[in-house]
């Protein structure tokens, strides 16, 4: 079955800058585009970042364009969110997702947390 799990989150200070991976299983990675998404606490959930299958469109929210960075490597089922100039507003829960034959999946989700 499809299975993402995501990891490196964390306290970071403002200004700074985290990795998020997220490992993939039980699909053909290299077929599908993968998404990041965050909710933080008392909003709606956002589309952070998506990836096209050979990673050759990105697409960012206006609200991370020209901090974070969204990259795959598909010999290795992995997907990754470099996060730099992070801002408390850029606290929340991240999710790895794909659409899989109808079907959204999500992984367990990851606290990032950008507070002095």
């Known amino acids: 079955q499809v299975r993402l799990v995501e990891s490196g989150g964390g306290l970071v200070q403002p200004g700074g800058s985290l990795r998020l991976s997220c490992a993939a299983s039980g699909f053909t990675f290299s077929s599908y585009s993968m998404q990041w998404y965050r909710r933080a606490p008392g909003k709606e959930r956002e589309l952070v970042a998506s990836?096209?299958?050979?990673?050759?469109?990105?697409n960012y929210a206006d609200s991370v364009k020209g901090r974070f960075t969204i990259s795959r490597e598909n010999a290795n089922n992995m997907v990754y969110l470099q996060m730099n100039s992070l801002k408390p507003e850029d606290t929340a829960v991240y999710y790895c997702?794909?659409?899989?034959?109808?079907?959204?999946?999500w992984g367990q989700g990851i606290q990032v947390t950008a507070s002095a």
């Open positions: 990836i096209s299958n050979n990673a050759r469109l990105r």
């Open positions: 997702n794909v659409f899989v034959s109808q079907t959204n999946y």
